[in-house]
């Protein structure tokens, strides 16, 4: 296949899929992201790999553009590494989570196939101190957003099956958070 017919099928599938993000789900996340703004609290968020990159990139939009607390758990290598070293790699989330979270907090959890061990550890964490758990995954190799669609309060489960589209519309997703929430209170950009 040719360069431009690849370039026209991905994007076609790219725009069939966003019509079908559940926009109900992506509302609920608005609210739930206001919420903790409005209240104080701290958004966590979690994930491997590209599913790691965009909590990193939504940390930032989200503290600077919203000025709220974020906290990426993947943004500190030395923890990260440290906790996966002396304990598991399983573990790395659910390890900085039990010294971060707080009443009021809320986690979103990152993962394409929503089968991550560390990722499921670090919601399981987040329910044992009553914390609100989103999760933004995919129906990567068809798992239907795997075991975190089922134990996540929201789920937003990106409807492809190709891992860069999911990691394309967790991008497109903390955009629409961020943007959201600008436009509900008048927050002008600074960017």
């Known amino acids: 296949m040719d360069a431009a017919t690849f370039a026209a099928a991905y994007l076609e599938n790219l725009s069939r ?3 079908e993000l559940p926009l ?12 903790i703004r409005t209240n104080g609290g701290t958004v966590h968020l979690i994930g491997n790999g ?6 990193s990139h939504s940390a930032g939009d989200w503290s600077k553009e919203l000025s709220m607390r974020t906290i990426c758990h993947t943004d500190n290598v030395s923890a990260l590494t440290a906790w996966a070293n002396d304990t598991d ?3 790395v989330f659910a390890a900085s989570l039990s010294v971060y979270l707080q009443e009021g907090d809320l986690l979103i959890a990152y993962s394409g196939s929503g089968n991550s061990e560390n990722v499921i550890k670090g919601v399981a964490v987040a329910h044992d101190r009553g914390i609100k758990v989103a999760a ?3 129906d990567y190799k068809g798992g239907a957003g795997g075991r975190l669609a089922t134990v996540a309060d929201i789920s937003i489960i990106c409807p492809t099956t190709s891992m860069e589209r999911i990691e394309d519309f967790q991008l497109i997703i903390n955009h ?5 929430i600008k436009d509900r209170h008048g927050i002008t950009s600074t960017c």
């Not at 590209?50 to 909590?55: E, L, N, R, Y």
């Open 176 to 180: 629409i958070v961020k943007e959201a």
């Open 17 to 19: 899929a966003i019509t």
């Open 89 to 91: 790699y399983s573990n």
């Open 24 to 35: 109900e789900s992506i509302v609920e996340l608005i609210d739930a992201v206001d919420m």
């Open 50 to 55: 590209g599913s790691a990159g965009t909590p």
């Open 136 to 138: 933004i995954t995919g």
